[in-house]
Each structure stands twice: as structure tokens, then as C-alpha cells.
């Protein structure tokens, strides 16, 4: 989660003489956050560590993320998929077929998540936290914006958006279960395995003209 999206107006600003940016007041909160928690946890963190990481005052961090911890959370998980969509979309323009557009988002899709460091730690030592937010709207916010990132780029290979942002849901889907529940031996940021499902589970079902 070390993008930052536009939750709390998370704009990056940077000083043109010089090239350097500056980190915003809730950018610095959210990089605290991840840094208390790869090293306690979510439920250990508390506001006042992820203040103290920051520098920056209970007070403060409470007027930027006035949910607290459970509002810094979530706008740490929005930042990931923000960041996630926007890549997976590149990808799936720059593919030539319906079965290489899908694959491409499977592939992308699948890798970002496999090196996002407090995706990784949250899985393997606190996974009820990230079923929590999914549970809690996540999920459906999570389709939803690949679907609308990535359903144009497909529409040329299906001739039609709704379908084509049908398609990306029903991809962004697979990615999620298969986070939660992976199959043995399988990983969709292999090309070769995510051609496999788009060809043998996907594209007879959902081929152009169905």
C-alpha cells in the first residue's frame, strides 16, 4: 500500500526548482501507518505509534483521518487499488487480442498485489483484516474501479462497454479469490497459467458475438 490515492485529496506536490517531492500531511500518516505495521501489526498499531512515526501530533493525524485508525486503514487500501488500476489499465491497452488484454490484467493485476509488502504481511499474520475490508465494501469497490479502469481498454475486443466492464469485474474477481484461497501450485502472475484460465475457463463463455 505505498501508493497514495485520492481519499483524503492525496496530491503529491514537488518543488519545480529543484525536482524534489514533497510528501503531503496524509501521505505521511499512511507511510507511518505501514511502517507500524510491518512491525506490530494492525490491531497493536495505535494511533498514537502511527503519530509518533509521522512526527506529528494525536491531535493532527486525528483532524487528517478523523475515523482513525480504521479511516487510515481504508485509505491505505484505496491507495492500492487506485495505483493497481491505473497500471492494470496500461496493461490491458497495450494488448493486441481479447485473450492477451485479459491475460495482461490477470498477470499485472496478480504481481502488484504478490510485492506489495503489507498486502504480503497482513496475509500471512493478520488475514482477518483484509477480509474485513473486503467484507466491509472493499471488495465491491475494488471491482468496481477495475472495472471502470480497465472495461474501456477492453470494450475494442468486445464491442461493447458493458460487456467489456463485465469482463474486467469478472477478472478482478478471480485475482481477489484467488488471493484469499489460492490454489496449490497456481500463481496468476505467471503468464502461462493466467493464458490457461483466460482460454480454457473464460473465452468460451464470453468470446466476442456470445
Not at 504480503?120 to 466491509?136: D, I, R, Y
Request: one cysteine or more; hydrophobic letters at 50%.
Amino acid at each position: 500500500m505505498s501508493a497514495v490515492a485520492d481519499a483524503h485529496d492525496l496530491t503529491v506536490r514537488g518543488d519545480l526548482s529543484t525536482g524534489a517531492v514533497e510528501s503531503t500531511p496524509e501521505e505521511r500518516v499512511l507511510e507511518a501507518l505501514q511502517e507500524c505495521v510491518l512491525r506490530w501489526g494492525v490491531q497493536k498499531t495505535t494511533v498514537e505509534d502511527i503519530a509518533r512515526s509521522a512526527g506529528m501530533s494525536r491531535a493532527t493525524v486525528y483532524r487528517l483521518f478523523p475515523g482513525g485508525k480504521s479511516s487510515m486503514v481504508e485509505a491505505g487500501a484505496l491507495a492500492m487499488v487506485t495505483d493497481l488500476v491505473d497500471q492494470v489499465a496500461l496493461a490491458v491497452a497495450a494488448a493486441t487480442d481479447l485473450t492477451g488484454a485479459l491475460t495482461a490484467l490477470l498477470v499485472v493485476s496478480s504481481t502488484i498485489l504478490a510485492d506489495d509488502e503489507m498486502l504480503n504481511f497482513l496475509m500471512e499474520h493478520e488475514q482477518s483484516v483484509v477480509e474485513a475490508q473486503l467484507a466491509l465494501g472493499g471488495l465491491d469497490r475494488l471491482l468496481a474501479a477495475v472495472g471502470a479502469g480497465a472495461g474501456p481498454a477492453l470494450e475494442p475486443h468486445l464491442g461493447d462497454a458493458a460487456r467489456a466492464q463485465e469482463a474486467a469485474v469478472w477478472a478482478a474477481r478471480t485475482v481477489a479469490s484467488h488471493l484469499l484461497d489460492p490454489a496449490d501450485g497456481v500463481s496468476l502472475a505467471d503468464p502461462t497459467a493466467a493464458h490457461h484460465l483466460v482460454t480454457t475457463y473464460f473465452l468460451p463463455g464470453f468470446a466476442p458475438g456470445d
